[in-house]
């Protein structure tokens, strides 16, 4: 699947964005999809996946209660709110599909699929 992401940009701390990752090329729905994010000089981090249907959601500890992953299969979609910015959420952000169960992508975190990325700046 190619997974387009959007939504980036300059907020202040506080302050909220919508990212966005639309996927094309194979069945939307069948893939469980997930968010990551890479901050300058740091590895990536995962940040959350959701299920095929969307009734299923896990989020990393970093930002619970913050960041809520849902998804629109019609649309192709997967989203991430993210409220209550941190300077620490900057970062360069990556939406990712996987075929794989749920279940077994939430101990692995691993997914085949990468879109391109959407940089996040959050201003102190």
């Known amino acids: 699947v190619q997974l387009q992401a959007s939504g980036g940009g300059l907020v202040q701390a506080g302050g909220s964005l919508r990212l966005s990752c639309v996927g094309s090329?194979?069945?939307?729905?069948?893939?469980?999809m997930g968010w990551f994010r890479q901050a300058p000089g740091k590895e990536r981090e995962f940040v959350a996946a959701?299920?095929?249907?969307?009734?299923?959601?896990y989020v990393a500890d970093s930002v619970k209660g913050r960041f809520t992953i849902s998804r629109d299969n019609a649309k192709n979609t997967v989203y991430l709110q993210m409220d209550s910015l941190k300077f620490e959420d900057t970062a360069v952000y990556y939406c990712a599909a996987t075929l794989q169960y749920y279940i077994v992508v939430i101990r692995t975190k691993a997914f085949d699929s990468w879109g391109q990325g959407t940089l996040v700046t959050v201003s102190s």
């Open positions: 090329g194979r069945t939307f729905s069948t893939n469980v």
């Open positions: 959701i299920s095929r249907s969307g009734t299923t959601t």
